[in-house]
């Protein structure tokens, strides 16, 4: 993601229903997962570094990126210039390692997870979130990068490939799903929207409260689970006897 796509994104990420949402999952699961004790936790494609920061009450958070600009990121002591494939890390070295929203940047999305599943600890967790259905794929995914979508069946691929064993998959945002695949198609089609990007601003804040109520109930709960969203959300488990 360029320079650019970073700073539109910045300004609306604390709030925003779809990236607040996703950290408040992770943090969630983190609770539930280590409930006496503040565990090691490597954020890769850390962005600006706010999930490191609103993270550091409740764990250790190292956060790695490629990107890194004075006045968004935060500052260098806490964020790691890394890329995701060669993550300079020690094996079996965190307890639970993050990607949320990486690996469709990615040209061997396979390797990154290979990686995360080489610095994260046997019976560690490795949290990773990906946008879905390739219907849904836009000029927004262009402009910031995205080479793929996905769905379960690549996901379980790539769990498989890394030793990892799947313990929650689920299709989230599922909300506004119909809503997005309308309006990007409206804006493929016949150019409604290309002014200015829906994406780049934060919803009415009542919408912006349900949608992140609902994203954050289908990625915490085993009793929702539609066959659509706009992302995919997965927890996968390094087996004990993996080193």
Known sequence: MDAREIRLFSRIEKEHFFYRGRRDVVRRWLARLFPDR???VMDAGAGTGIFVEETEAQAEVIGCDVFFEPGISLSA?????ADACR???????????VALDLLEHLDDDSAAVR???RLTKPGGYV??????FQALFSDWDQAVGHKRRYKKQMMQALAENAGLE????RYINSLPFFPILAYRWLRSTFGIGKAQRLEDELPPEWINKIFRAALVAQGTTNWINLPFGVSLFAILRKKSGNN
């Open 166 to 169: 799947i313990i929650f998959l």
């Open 115 to 117: 990686e995360l599943a």
């Open 127 to 132: 949290f990773i979130n990906v946008p879905a």
């Open 87 to 97: 993550l300079p890390f020690p094996d079996n070295m965190a307890d639970a390692s």
């Open 38 to 40: 503040k565990p090691l």
């Open 77 to 81: 002591s806490k964020l790691v210039r």
